[in-house]
């Protein structure tokens, strides 16, 4: 985006924040309660539960999981909530299709193993149920098409729930980008780095529903954390889209060494094959010529992070640092700043406090909850009021097509590998649309 449009952009937005302000009363009494169902009460899902609790005007009539210990727990919380009891689907693994088919929900959150997140969302698609799956949304090319295809022939939204888009850092990042104060951005890099033993094998050292995949695949299994921000911070699908990738797979050493070292080198997990490399790298180039690199880093001991890092013609942020270089503005030549001055001056408008104390804010907005919080109420304000989800069906089959295609990669030892347009031409046309306050 060009800095005069940026510009534009941020009068633009403070006359929206200045009119949602003095709307939100209005705003506030047209409002009307939503009912959503739960398909995965495990670990997210009972953090999506959670999160609906907080919210007054957001019902949970309706629970679904094959385990019913995690469906006991999901209705003990619900009730201790002082809620009303939610009606149970459960038995066998399409018990989902019980709840889908009420006629008096307006949306399903999916929190499922991976393999049923396409065909779940397809199906409640097909219900006219709006649709919030988990991340990765599928794993297949054909799953991404067949997604989109059920949400375009039935008009039902779907939208991926990738949290790290919302962090209140990277939308700050996102902010001064759009004023152009990174000049003409050219390069990024993220990261998944986060040890997940723990999630993909349970204290036996068997494999989880997750960990299969680790015994059977070789590629990126969880590129959207990483690829979330990157998305609106290089304009992917609205005005650029990613192009190609090639990926490369280290080496699988991680997981057999911590199960030799911690059960011995004659246990079952230890010997046992694993093809998921220790870490993916993968180069991925856009179709208006600029770069990113991106890893997978999620099996070997390390303390967690996501290394953005984005780069433009007049300067870069990085999350490692904590720290921004602006040419001609930063006050030393080439040495970071500190950041945590930069996200105090660009706060995006979601985070600002006092955005939520407006009166007749809502109680989960800018400041309040974190970021899953703001990320599950502006999904659920859109189910509410009918509006554009704040991330396309497209963005979310974009960051998770790198899946398949990092396993095509890696498979071809290391060749180039085209990405779908999940926009069909769109990307050069469509103007930004993510976190530009169009709700508030
Ligand atoms: N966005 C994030 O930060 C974040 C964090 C954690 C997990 N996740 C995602 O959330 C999803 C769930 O992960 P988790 O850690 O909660 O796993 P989990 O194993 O704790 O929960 C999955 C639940 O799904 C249930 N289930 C399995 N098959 C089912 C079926 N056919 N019908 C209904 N329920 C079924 C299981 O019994 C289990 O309770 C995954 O896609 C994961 O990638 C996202």
């Not at 993220?190 to 033993?197: N, Y």
């Not at 979601?350 to 009166?359: C, D, I, L």
Request: hydrophobic share 35%; proline share 5%.
């Amino acid at each position: 985006m060009l800095r005069q449009e940026s510009e534009e952009y941020m009068n633009r937005r403070d006359f929206v924040m200045g009119s949602a302000a003095a709307l939100s009363g209005r705003a506030e009494s047209k409002r009307d309660r939503i009912r959503i169902g739960i398909i995965g009460t495990g670990n997210r899902g009972t953090s999506h539960l959670g999160g609906a609790l907080q919210i007054p005007w957001v019902d949970v009539p309706a629970l679904c999981d094959i385990d019913r210990q995690a469906l006991a727990k999901a209705q003990d919380r619900l009730q201790s909530a002082g809620r009303p009891k939610a009606e149970l689907y459960t038995g066998a693994e399409d018990a989902y299709r019980g709840l889908i088919a009420r006629d008096d929900l307006n949306a399903v959150i999916i929190a499922t193993p991976w393999k049923f997140h396409a065909p779940m969302s397809i199906d409640a698609m097909k219900a006219g149920k709006w649709v919030g799956v988990e991340v990765p949304a599928a794993q297949t090319v054909e799953e991404c098409w067949q997604m989109l295809r059920a949400s375009q022939s039935t008009g039902t939204p779907c939208m991926m729930l990738e949290n790290w888009s919302f962090r209140r850092d990277n939308l700050a990042v996102l902010n001064m980008i759009r004023l152009g104060l990174l000049g003409e951005i050219v390069h990024c890099h993220c990261a998944h780095g986060h040890d997940c033993l723990y999630w993909y094998f349970d204290q036996s050292g068997n494999p989880r529903w997750c960990g299969e995949y680790l015994i059977d695949r070789n590629c990126d299994q969880y590129p959207t954390h990483s690829l979330g921000p990157v998305l609106s911070w290089m304009d992917i699908n609205c005005g650029d889209a990613l192009d190609t990738i090639v990926s490369m797979a280290s080496r699988s050493l991680g997981i057999k060494h911590y199960f030799a070292e911690t059960m011995g080198r004659d246990s079952a997990a230890a010997r046992r094959h694993y093809r998921q490399g220790d870490i993916i790298s993968s180069l991925i180039k856009t179709k208006n010529g600029n770069t990113i690199v991106l890893n997978n880093d999620m099996q070997l001991p390390r303390p967690y992070d996501d290394r953005w890092m984005i780069q433009g013609t007049e300067g870069l942020y990085s999350e490692e640092h904590n720290g921004i270089y602006l040419w001609r503005r930063s006050p030393k030549e080439h040495q970071w700043e500190p950041f945590p001055p930069y996200q105090a001056k660009y706060d995006h408008a979601w985070w600002r406090p006092e955005a939520s104390a407006q009166p007749g804010a809502d109680p989960i907005a800018a400041g309040h909850g974190g970021t899953d919080q703001l990320l599950m109420h502006k999904f659920y304000e859109a189910v509410r009021d009918r509006t554009p989800l704040p991330l396309t069906l497209e963005d979310g089959l974009t960051m998770s097509v790198v899946i398949p295609l990092s396993d095509e990669s890696i498979a071809q030892g290391s060749t180039l590998v085209r990405f779908p347009d999940f926009t069909e031409g769109r990307w050069k046309t469509s103007r930004p649309y993510f976190a530009m306050d169009r709700t508030k």
